[in-house]
T-cell receptor, first 113, second 114 residues
């Protein structure tokens, strides 16, 4: 089955700086890679996703890159703000996302004022 | 749009008791997923349904766990008998018709088994 590794487990950055979270996956059949943000006590919320036919996708301050050859994908957050503090999860799925998601262990992002 | 609805939001039960968690997916979504979240194991897929049919239940930890989806608007996850190690937050998620991939999570049920 799929295995998703996520690093780092904790990331502390100064407000206004950029944050990068990296994930690797093992199953070459995976073709859908979403990122979820989870605040304490809340549900995971989809913030951005990318499919295997695309190398990069951007939505305002958030971008995701995918390297299929190396089987890794990354989340980039620019101009970080206090409300970006949360746990971020990467995930992978085959079947274009119609299958269940395999999640990484999460990154606790802390934005220092 | 009410989003994915789960009940109860919190459940405290004693070891050995039966627990039933409920989920109502977003109307029109044809895929439904059950996940479990713990500090030790993170977010794990338990089972998912497409068009009310169970597709993959390989994540169900033991025979004590069972899930049903009798119709497009309702699913249950049952644990019988419950054990302390089942304590976790159980999330239900649904995905739109056509397998676009976006999964929308419910608020979760926090289960505590004493």
């Amino acid at each position: 089955g799929e295995n998703v590794e996520q690093h780092p487990s904790t990331l502390s950055v100064q407000e206004g700086d950029s944050a990068v979270i990296k994930c690797t996956y093992s199953d070459s059949a995976s073709n859908y890679f979403p990122w979820y943000k989870q605040e304490l006590g809340k549900r995971p919320q989809l913030i951005i996703d990318i499919r295997s036919n695309v190398g990069e996708k951007k939505d305002q301050r958030i971008a995701v890159t995918l390297n299929k050859t190396a089987k890794h994908f990354s989340l980039h957050i620019t101009e970080t703000q206090p409300e970006d503090s949360a746990v971020y999860f990467c995930a992978a799925s085959s079947g274009g996302g119609a299958d269940g998601l395999t999640f990484g262990k999460g990154t606790h992002l802390i934005i220092q004022p | 749009d009410a989003g994915v609805i789960q009940s109860p939001r919190h459940e405290v039960t004693e070891m050995g008791q039966e627990v039933t968690l409920r989920c109502k997916p977003i109307s029109g979504h044809n895929s439904l997923f059950w996940y479990r979240q713990t500090m030790m194991r993170g977010l794990e897929l338990l089972i998912y349904f497409n068009n009310n049919v169970p597709i993959d239940d390989s994540g169900m930890p033991e025979d004590r766990f069972s899930a049903k989806m009798p119709n497009a608007s309702f699913s249950t996850l049952k644990i019988q008998p419950s054990e302390p190690r089942d304590s976790a937050v159980y999330f239900c998620a649904s995905s739109p018709t056509g397998g676009s991939g976006e999964q929308y999570f419910g608020p979760g049920t926090r289960l505590t088994v004493t």
